[in-house]
């Protein structure tokens, strides 16, 4: 199998990026991926890299201590809650003791104060070097490569604050990651749950529900909503009863929603969270409310319901709006009449008086779409058109930064005057190709790493990665090159020859300037017919 073929399958069956899959596959065969000149930090590279070390050791410490004799406190409360060999090591569970000294181990193993303070597992106070966990159960967070990028700490009884976490640092974010997804991402299930806390997840596991993830103690993000677009078609919302989780809900639906996520909400009784539901119902139970989590709408108005009271007049003329102005918003009209239907049976309103109100706000919104469209008319500012391009056009395009990335310095200084990053029509291209030619002229011949010059524009590195692992079937670089570059050639001779026939066409030019048009439009009619 061909190195490009290799890429390929660990991108399809880990479901990660080209790049992600490189540093994999470098990661098996030990060798260090070169970075960017002038682009991200050799030295915070390094560091990040001793980070995600010190992680794995710390993780597998408190692992370990989990199973000795100065952990019986932590080893009683594992046991109440009902978890087995299997989870913690499946979810590397630990225990940091109260007199856990981490600091000294890995300085043992020879790390430095710097990669261990970047680590936020150990603080220093005056000269003192302090454990951040000590006397709680350990949840360590890993990312989907495997990697430990943080750590959740509970403790061991009412006390509070009941978790501590790792802050945010070099190698963690808690807004663009889910725990237990490393975990959830083996399922081969087509949809994910996602719930608030480690000791849900591990439960729900525990109990064969594997595909299940936690947002990291925040507030579903939108990072978040795109990692879970990425593994899951649909995407179940189990967060706990209360009304703090019932807005956490809503905010995760409406992020979810415009990621075009196949959204729904379970419903839970007699629970305050999907750990307490299944420890004292059982995984069928649960699986049979995933089964009939409802959608967005349905959830919306069951919230709307909650504060109002139907058997008073004011209360249900305002419910009656609330739900027309929820359900106009549905594109498809026969999921609308579906939903219509719905309420009409279940809260005792009139299919006539929703259609009613619904018609009602959609003339409100199509006079003032009106109001609008006139003053865009009167107005003098003329909006760009959105341009759908050829396909063949953005595939050309892609061929080009393909073939740059491939051949580096050389294929640059064969087009770099022909060839501009304003020529090109997407405008995702036209940006890569200008950082390219940036980085180029500044004499930086060493492109592997330009994913990370657009760390922070996830559409440009999704374009990239998609060029990079396309195969344009290129048997002879250099014949492509030069074929790129006569079409490239010829399209702007094309092009010039229409604007001087058109120019030659106006009868309001000077005889001077027809003489110069005239002996331009001849050279570029030889130009063109040198093209092969």
Do not use: W
């Amino acid at each position: 199998m061909q190195d490009g073929n290799v890429i390929h399958f660990i991108s399809k069956i880990e479901n990660i990026d080209f790049k992600e899959s490189l540093e994999i596959l470098a990661e098996k065969a030990g060798i260090t991926l070169p970075v960017l000149e002038n682009g991200i930090d050799n030295k915070k590279q390094l560091l990040k890299e001793k980070v995600y070390e010190i992680n794995k050791e710390a993780a597998l410490y408190y692992h370990q201590t989990l199973y000795k004799d100065i952990s019986k406190s932590a080893q009683e409360y594992v046991k109440k809650r009902k978890l087995d060999n299997k989870t913690l090591k499946a979810y590397t569970i630990g225990y940091a003791p109260i007199n856990s000294n981490l600091y000294k181990i890995l300085k043992e193993k020879g790390f430095t104060d710097e990669e261990i303070l970047a680590s936020d597992l150990v603080n220093k106070v005056g000269n003192n070097f302090v454990d951040r966990f000590k006397n709680r159960l350990i949840f360590p967070i890993q990312d989907v490569r495997n990697r430990y990028i943080a750590f959740g700490g509970r403790v061991l009884d009412n006390s509070l604050p009941k978790y501590i976490n790792s802050p945010e640092n070099i190698v963690y974010s808690k807004a663009r990651n889910l725990y237990g997804l490393n975990v959830a991402k083996n399922s081969k299930l087509e949809k994910l749950i996602i719930v608030e806390g480690y000791m849900d997840v591990v439960s729900l596991h525990q109990r064969g529900i594997e595909n299940v993830v936690a947002s990291c103690g925040t507030a579903l993000t939108e990072a978040q909503g795109r990692l879970l677009r990425k593994y899951a078609e649909k995407v179940i919302i189990s967060y706990d009863s209360d009304a703090a989780g019932q807005a956490a809900t809503l905010r995760g639906l409406e992020i979810l929603t415009n990621l075009g996520c196949d959204i729904r909400v379970l419903q839970m009784d007699g629970a305050k969270d999907p750990d307490e539901y299944v420890i004292k119902y059982g995984n069928a139970r649960f699986e049979n409310l995933v089964e009939k989590a409802i959608s967005l709408i349905e959830f919306k108005i069951k919230v709307l319901k909650k504060d109002l009271d139907l058997n008073n007049v004011n209360d249900k003329i305002k419910f009656l709006n609330e739900i027309a102005k929820l359900v106009s918003t549905i594109d498809n009209r026969m999921e609308q009449e579906v939903y219509i239907d719905k309420i009409s049976r279940e809260y005792d309103i009139s299919k006539e008086a929703i259609y009613a109100e619904i018609n009602k706000l959609n003339y409100s919104k199509n006079q003032g779409k009106k109001i609008l469209e006139n003053n865009y008319r009167s107005s003098t500012i003329i909006k760009k058109k959105e341009v759908t391009l050829p396909e063949t056009l953005v595939k050309r395009e892609n061929m080009i930064i393909g073939i740059l990335l491939n051949g580096k310095t050389k294929v640059y200084e064969k087009i770099k005057d022909i060839l501009l990053p304003e020529d090109f029509k997407k405008e995702e291209n036209k940006k890569i190709m200008q950082k390219l030619y940036e980085e180029f002229e500044k004499g930086n011949s060493n492109i592997n790493n330009i994913l990370e010059i657009f760390n922070d524009n996830e559409e440009i590195i999704s374009i990239l990665t998609g060029i990079m692992a396309d195969d344009y079937e290129i048997k002879d670089d250099k014949k492509a090159i030069e074929d790129l570059i006569n079409n490239y050639k010829k399209e702007k001779l094309i092009s010039r020859k229409k604007e001087i026939i058109d120019i030659l066409n106006n009868e309001n030019i000077d005889k001077q300037k027809v003489i110069n048009l005239e002996k331009e439009l001849h050279d570029v009619i030889i130009e063109l017919a040198q093209i092969k």
